[in-house]
T-cell receptor, first 115, second 113 residues
Framework: AQSVAQPEDQVNVAEGNPLTVKCTYS??????LFWYVQYPNRGLQFLLK??????LVKGSYGFEAEFNKSQTSFHLKKPSALVSDSALYFC?????????????FGKGTKLSVIP | KAGVTQTPRYLIKTRGQQVTLSCSPI?????VSWYQQTPGQGLQFLFE???????NKGNFPGRFSGRQFSNSRSEMNVSTLELGDSALYLC????????????FGEGSWLTVV
């Protein structure tokens, strides 16, 4: 079985400050890790993913994430937050060896960027 | 390239009725998966279809079913609706070679009254 934990229901950050949204995972085998963002009344938008290689992954809108195998973490980061970054962020994991494209999602973290 | 298209976007049904939701994947994508999103349970996997075959199924009762057509379009059906089925139903599509990346549609908001 695979699982994802997002320990913070909400993260508040001032505009212009760096932001971090935390994620830890559990999966048998090698993980594929993802971050998605959801704006109100919308579907989920893909931000970035880790499959293999460099532990620092860069994605859309200036976001990046750092894969840490020993800590089984995949934290989302951005150097300078924008008010428009305020949204719901989901971390997800898939088993790279699975024949299905099923993703397991965390509960989500609401990011509020304060002007 | 057009994204994943889901219809209808909003619908209201009465308990005991059934509902069918439709999803058109991104052109060239042969995998379609469905997720249910609720405030209490978050995002839960319903099922995945690939080339008209159900490849994986989540832990939902048999009232939830789906199918995929030869053009990769997919439908999901919920019979004998319950109040607890009120949710955002999200469809996602994917293609081989994209590292399990799935792309979501805008969702279908179902309210059961």
């Amino acid at each position: 079985a695979q699982s994802v934990a997002q320990p913070e229901d909400q993260v508040n950050v001032a505009e212009g400050n760096p932001l971090t949204v935390k994620c830890t995972y559990s999966v048998s085998g090698n993980p594929y890790l993802f971050w998605y963002v959801q704006y109100p009344n919308r579907g989920l938008q893909f931000l970035l993913k880790y499959i293999t290689g460099d532990n620092l992954v860069k994605g859309s809108y200036g976001f990046e994430a750092e894969f840490n195998k020993s800590q089984t973490s995949f934290h989302l980061k951005k150097p300078s937050a924008l008010v428009s970054d305020s949204a719901l962020y989901f971390c997800a994991v898939a088993n790279s060896g699975a024949g299905s494209y099923q993703l397991t999602f965390g509960k989500g973290t609401k990011l509020s960027v304060i002007p | 390239k057009a994204g994943v298209t889901q219809t209808p976007r909003y619908l209201i049904k009465t308990r005991g009725q059934q509902v069918t939701l439709s999803c058109s994947p991104i052109s060239g994508h042969r995998s379609v998966s469905w997720y249910q999103q609720t405030p209490g349970q978050g995002l839960q996997f319903l099922f995945e279809y690939f080339s008209e075959t159900q490849r994986n199924k989540g832990n939902f009762p048999g009232r939830f079913s789906g199918r995929q057509f030869s053009n990769s379009r997919s439908e999901m059906n919920v019979s004998t609706l319950e109040l607890g089925d009120s949710a955002l139903y999200l469809c996602a599509s994917s293609a081989p070679g994209q590292g399990h990346t799935i792309y979501f549609g805008e969702g279908s908001w179902l309210t059961v009254v």
